[in-house]
């Protein structure tokens, strides 16, 4: 049994599904405006300018800037090509507000409640606090602390943000389990000293994208993974709760 105190979250796609909860909230919005476009093109189109935000500010070449104004930036330069740049303000504002109001995977909510009854669980993602705390109340995500990007004022996976958020817990970062869907998060947070959790999400990306939940057991051999788990249910299960 892994002696940590803490687990530490990675959310969107990891606790969240980012794909169709973006899908469902600008298909509502194309409706409202007439507009015809493909969903899930829209989703995938809009987090894929996620991470070069990000490395703006990573690279030193921004100040660090929260999640839901680099959203809205992102969202203002694919509009045009999804024919939503008319957009009123509030509809824009609505889209990007859809990040607070995702989804949790269907065994995100039970398996948080099992792991808070042994473990202190924290949120260590890239969005901001209000983003997340939104998050939380809407899809009954149980946290015991929010640690948006504003806490540690880097962005994953500089080491900055993994070893901040351990030390505002006030623990080692061996006594903190890093809990993600996504194989760069888990080695830089191994590479800082926390102890790593795999989670299986083959449908983030669709269903078109996934792969076979028996590979899931080569991540254990090939990665070396503290825990490699099916969900959170699974990870609770593992670690005893």
């Known amino acids: 049994m892994l002696r940590v105190k803490a687990l530490l979250f990675d959310v969107f796609g990891t606790v969240v599904d980012w794909r169709s909860g973006i899908a469902r909230e600008v298909e509502s919005i194309a409706k409202k405006n007439d507009i015809s476009l493909d969903p899930f093109d829209f989703a995938d189109a809009w987090r894929a300018e996620y991470q070069p935000a990000m490395e703006e500010i990573r690279k030193g070449r921004r100040s660090f800037t929260i999640l839901d104004i680099l959203h809205m930036e992102n969202l203002k330069k694919i509009a045009p090509k999804f024919n939503l740049h008319n957009l009123s303000d509030d509809d824009f504002e609505f889209l990007v507000t859809a990040w607070h109001r995702l989804p949790g995977w269907p065994d995100s909510s039970d398996g948080l409640s099992l792991l808070k009854k042994k473990y202190i669980l924290a949120t260590q993602s890239n969005g901001n606090i209000a983003l997340i705390v939104n998050m939380a109340k809407f899809s009954n995500l149980n946290w015991d602390v929010i640690l948006g990007a504003e806490v540690t004022g880097h962005y994953k996976p500089e080491p900055e943000a993994y070893l901040k958020a351990c030390n505002a ?15 760069d998060d888990l080695r830089s947070a191994r590479q800082q000293g926390m102890k790593t959790a795999y989670v299986h999400r083959p449908f983030e990306y669709g269903k078109d994208k996934l792969f076979d939940i028996a590979e899931v057991n080569d991540y254990k051999g090939d990665r070396e ?10 990870l609770a299960k593992q670690l005893g709760c």
């Open 169 to 183: 817990l006030n623990f080692k970062t061996e006594e903190c389990l890093m809990v993600a869907a996504h194989e």
């Open 225 to 234: 993974w503290d825990i490699v788990s099916t969900d959170l249910k699974n």
